[in-house]
C-alpha cells in the first residue's frame, strides 16, 4: 500500500492523555488500496486518541466525498461520506481484532490506521448506488442495455429476429 507511512501512529510514546491528529484521504490513498470499490475520494478524518491507563480510546471523524461507480451507468458518481466511528486498543499476548477492540503485542510500536480508515468509509457505501434519476449518463445506459438484452446480433452487426431465422430453416429445409 503505498504512502502508508501518513497513517501510521505510534503508540509507544504516548503518556495519558489526549491526542489529536489529522488525516486526509485522498486520490493516492485510494489508489493505494488493493481491488477497492472506491477509486478517488476526498475525505477529512479527525482522530481523537483518548490513553487512560494502558487503554487508547480511537475516535474517528470522517467528513468528504467519494467516486464510485454507478450500477446503472458505470459512470462515476459522489458518495457522500459523513461518520463516526472508533475502537478501543490495548496490550495483551497476542494481536486480536474484535472489529470495536483491538489487542496488539507489546512489541507493537505502532498501528497502521489506513485499512481501518478504508473500512470505514466503505462501510458507509450504499450496497446499490446509483445517479438520481435522469442524471446517468445515458450514452452508457443505453449501450449497457442493449447488451443486457435479449437482442442477438450476427456476426456482420445485422440484428437477428429469432423467429425469422427459425422460419428460414423451415425453408431451406425444403
Ligand atoms: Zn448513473
Known sequence: MAQTETYKIELKGLSDGTYEYDFCLDDNFFAGVEDAEVAKGDVEVHLTIKKIEGNFDFKFTLEGVVKVQ?????????????????????????????????????????????????????????????????????????????YSGAKEEASDGEPVDLRWSELKKLIDNN
Open 70 to 146: 454507478c450500477d446503472r451507468c458505470l459512470d462515476e458518481m459522489d458518495c457522500q461520506i459523513d461518520a463516526e466511528n472508533g475502537f478501543t486498543v490495548k496490550y495483551g499476548k497476542e494481536n486480536v481484532d474484535e472489529g470495536d477492540k483491538l489487542v496488539i503485542t507489546e512489541d507493537c510500536n505502532e498501528i497502521d490506521l489506513s485499512w481501518y480508515l478504508y473500512e470505514f468509509v466503505a462501510l458507509e457505501i450504499p450496497i446499490t448506488h446509483a445517479h438520481p434519476e435522469g442524471e446517468c449518463n445515458s450514452e452508457m445506459e443505453q449501450l449497457l442495455q442493449q
